[in-house]
C-alpha cells in the first residue's frame, strides 16, 4: 500500500488551525475541525475526490470571510494569547502567516 504523503491546501491549514484555536471558546469549532479531518482522511484513502474535498474547504472558509481574515484571525489569537507568533515554515500559510504577524506586531 503507497502511502499518499500530500499535505492539504493552505486554506485547509488555514481553516483548521483557526478552529483550534477558536474550540475553547466556541465548542461548535472543535466539530468542524474534525469534519475537515475526516474530509481529508477520505481524500488520503481515495474515498472522496480532491475538488470535492477543496470545494468544501473554500464554501466553509468564505463563511469565516476568506483565507486572509481566517489567517489574521488566527494570527491575532495566539499573539492576543501570548504576546508572540512562534509559528514557523517554509509553506504558503507560514509565510502568509507570518506577513499578518509582522503587521500585528507593529502596531
Known sequence: ?????????????ALSLFFMAYKTI????????????????LVKKNELS???YHAEI????NTYG???????KTVQYYIDKTGEWKSRGDDQYSKDAQQFANKILQK
Open 66 to 72: 476568506g483565507y486572509d481574515a481566517v489567517v489574521e
Open 50 to 52: 480532491k475538488e470535492e
Open 1 to 13: 500500500m503507497e502511502k499518499n504523503i500530500e499535505k492539504p491546501s493552505a486554506e485547509a491549514k
Open 26 to 41: 466556541t465548542p461548535t469549532y472543535k466539530d468542524k475541525s474534525k469534519r475537515i479531518n475526516r474530509l481529508w482522511d
Open 58 to 61: 473554500e464554501k466553509m472558509i
